[in-house]
Structure formats: C-alpha cells, structure tokens
C-alpha cells in the first residue's frame, strides 16, 4: 500500500492549495479516506474525511473553507484549501481506512503547508 500526498507548499494568508494523495495497493473504491494535519509541537488532527460512498465530514475550524473530494477512477484523494490563515500551517497527511477493517489504517509520508506572509 503506498499514498503519495503532492500540493503543498509556501501560500500568503487569504490563499488557497488543493493537496491531492495517489493511493496504489489498494481496493480505492473500498476505502474510507481522510486527511489529517501536524503542526509543529502539537497532535495530529483530524481535519476531514470522505466516506467510501462520498458523506464528508469536517473539523469545524475548516468547515466552510476546506473541502474533501475523490475520484476513483484516478485512486486520489484531494484537499481542496482555501481562504488559508497561518494556523492552517502544519504538515498535512492522506490516510486509508478499509471498509471492512476499520481498525486498519494506511497513512501517507505527508506535505507541508506553510501559511505565512
């Protein structure tokens, strides 16, 4: 299984970014996916998530901002970000979560986001 987070990168306050992960090794269809985030001296947050079937869920300090998507013809995932403030600024990661082993998660390398003027 491997998931390859690309998209992030240096964006003034106001900005946007669209993070996309390629899954591969997987049933992608099958997969609940997520993206969660790390800022530096704090615990990974779970920032939003998409169900196999396509029910998002969000944190609320990205509700109205951020938006999850995916496209399983292409195995992706995507984070689509806009309106960034300099909280936004972490390391960002995809996850997989099997259907039927919800217990079960992948986790990508992940990409840095960094919000600054």
């Known amino acids: 299984v491997q998931l390859v987070e690309s998209g992030g990168g240096l964006v003034q306050p106001g900005g946007s970014l669209r993070l996309s992960c390629a899954a591969s090794?997987?049933?992608?269809?099958?997969?609940?996916m997520g993206w969660s985030r790390q800022a530096l001296g704090k615990q990974r947050e779970l920032v939003a998530t998409?169900?196999?079937?396509?029910?998002?869920n969000y944190v609320d300090s990205v509700k109205g901002r951020f938006t999850i998507s995916r496209d399983n013809a292409k195995n992706t995932v995507y984070l689509q970000m806009n309106s960034l403030k300099p909280e936004d600024t972490a390391v960002y990661y995809c996850?997989?979560?099997?259907?039927?082993?919800?217990?079960?998660?992948?986790w990508g390398q992940g990409t840095q986001v960094t919000v600054s003027s």
């Open positions: 998409i169900t196999s079937v396509g029910s998002t």
């Open positions: 996850n997989a979560v099997p259907v039927v082993a919800p217990g079960l998660s992948y």
């Open positions: 090794g997987i049933t992608f269809n099958i997969y609940h």
